[in-house]
C-alpha cells in the first residue's frame, strides 16, 4: 500500500479505470458473441447486431481498449461473416 497522498490516489482512480474498461471490454465481447450467434443460426436481425458490434468496437478502439489492428482484424472477420 502506498503512503504518499498522490499514490494513494492514483491507486483508487486506476480501480476506478480498471472497472470502467472492464465494463466496457465485456459489452464488447458481448456483443460480438450475440452477433455471430445470429449469424450462425441467420436470424433476421444479424444487420443490427452487427452494426452494434461494429460500433462498440470502433469505441474500445478510440478509447484504447483494444489495439487499431485488433479492431480492423475483428471487423473484417465480421463483415466475412455477414455476407454469408
Do not use: H
Not at 465485456?26 to 450467434?37: G, I, M
Not at 436470424?43 to 478509447?63: E, M, N, P, R, V
Amino acid at each position: 500500500m502506498p503512503v504518499i497522498k498522490s499514490a494513494m490516489k492514483r491507486v483508487k482512480t486506476n480501480e476506478k479505470a480498471a472497472l470502467r474498461n472492464q465494463s466496457q471490454v465485456s459489452k464488447l465481447r458481448t456483443a460480438v458473441k450475440k452477433f455471430e450467434s445470429a449469424a450462425v443460426k441467420g436470424a433476421d436481425d444479424k444487420q443490427d447486431l452487427y452494426l452494434t458490434a461494429i460500433s462498440k468496437l470502433d469505441q474500445a478502439k478510440t478509447k484504447g481498449l483494444i489495439k487499431a489492428n485488433k479492431a480492423a482484424r475483428t471487423k473484417s472477420r465480421l463483415t466475412k461473416q455477414l455476407a454469408k
